[in-house]
């Protein structure tokens, strides 16, 4: 386990602002705001991790310049679940008995989030995921919270994207059995698609970790699909498609933000030109408040690009530190109250206005990829 406390930032800027009318509880709470972040920092996921983490930095970093909360900086306690199934719970419990964190950000993923939901949720700590989109991650209290749209409207973007603009009448799905974002997300593209009149004309699975598709492919091919849906993440998928056009299946394929990573490209080249996969994010949109962002990420990041969980990351630690000023505390139930009443906050990802479920209406931005590079395609309102 990787375990890493990140130092004070900028510690000329935390002082106390004469007239800022601290609130007394406020006043008898002293020195750093302790707050645990749970990632994919290596392993397959890696990319989501680290992306997440570089955001949440910069997020982190800009607030504790800006004078912190009230003069107390917040401090990180970045963990690194190495994407090993069952780390994160093991994580959780050392952030919330020994750290004594005021509140987790993560996981990345929908599925080690749910493995820290019902142990936040029991420990009165609120937690904000950036980007699980599955449903059940904020049904397990209302002390969870997302930054990032739901799987259910991820879902339904891109069965109308598929039918309505692209024309689609006949898909093949292609999901993981082992990944709760990948069972949710073809149930739900599958329940939309169909009812805008297409048809499912094959489904096959596959396991996380999985290298070889060329089985399930070989069955897709003669189907008479238009196009595959592939709502897995980003190894499995660019896999998946280079196996496809060796067997000499062009379809198109699609799927959602578990796509978004630099190693798609990496891995599956020219391949995957032609294709198309929902996102929270475009570095290309023209919005100021993105253009300001980017501008920041590459100064801080030695010019690389943000993606989407670079975004999220970001964005999450602004709604945290928006809801922590409003708290005028760190208790657990104080900040709940003050992010459950989160709204209207700008963000670069959108407006955050948590619903009584603890997620936000969030639009959702549509990549193509072409020639070898991925491209904003379109945006799509909820």
Request: aromatic letters at 8%.
């Amino acid at each position: 386990m990787i375990f890493h406390r990140l130092p004070p930032i900028f510690l000329l800027g935390f002082f106390s602002v004469l007239g800022l009318g601290l609130s007394t509880a406020w006043a008898e709470e002293k020195g750093p705001i302790l707050v645990g972040n749970i990632g994919s920092l290596s392993g397959k996921d890696a990319s989501f991790g680290q992306a997440g983490q570089r955001g949440l930095i910069l997020a982190i970093e800009e607030i504790n310049a800006e004078g912190g909360i009230n003069g107390r900086p917040i401090q990180l306690i970045h963990e690194d679940n190495r994407s090993t199934a069952g780390e994160s719970a093991t994580i959780a419990r050392k952030l919330i008995s020994r750290d004594k964190v005021v509140a987790i950000i993560g996981e990345t993923t929908s599925g080690r989030s749910l493995e820290v939901a019902p142990l936040a949720q029991r420990a009165r700590i609120p937690m904000i995921t950036p980007s699980g989109t599955n449903i059940k991650v904020t049904r397990a209290g209302n002390y969870i919270f997302r930054t990032c749209f739901i799987d259910p409207f991820q879902g339904e973007i891109m069965a109308r994207f598929a039918h309505d603009k692209l024309g689609y009448r006949k898909v093949a799905v292609l999901s993981s059995t082992s990944s709760a974002y990948s069972v949710e997300l073809s149930k739900e593209f599958e329940k939309r698609f169909t009812a805008l009149g297409g048809k499912i004309v094959a489904e096959q699975k596959y396991a996380e970790g999985d290298r070889d598709f060329n089985a399930q492919l070989t069955t897709l091919k003669n189907t008479g699909a238009e196009a595959v849906f592939i709502p897995g993440y980003y190894t499995e998928v660019a896999l998946a498609v280079r196996q496809a056009r060796a067997l000499g299946i062009e379809l198109p394929f699609f799927g959602g933000d578990g796509w978004e990573a630099p190693e798609l490209l990496q891995i599956g080249g020219d391949a995957l030109n032609g294709c198309y996969y929902s996102a929270h994010f475009s570095a290309q949109n023209n919005n100021p408040q993105v253009a300001a962002f980017v501008k920041s990420y590459q100064a801080r990041w030695n010019g690389a690009t943000p993606d989407a969980f670079a975004a999220l990351g970001y964005d999450t630690g602004r709604i945290l530190a928006d809801a922590l000023r409003r708290a005028g505390s760190t208790k657990g139930p104080d900040l709940q109250k003050a992010l459950a009443a989160t709204k209207d906050l700008p963000g670069v990802t959108g407006k955050t206005t948590f619903d009584k479920n603890g997620d936000p209406a969030k639009s959702a931005v549509i990549i193509v990829i072409e020639n070898g590079k991925t491209r904003f395609h379109s945006t799509i309102e909820p």
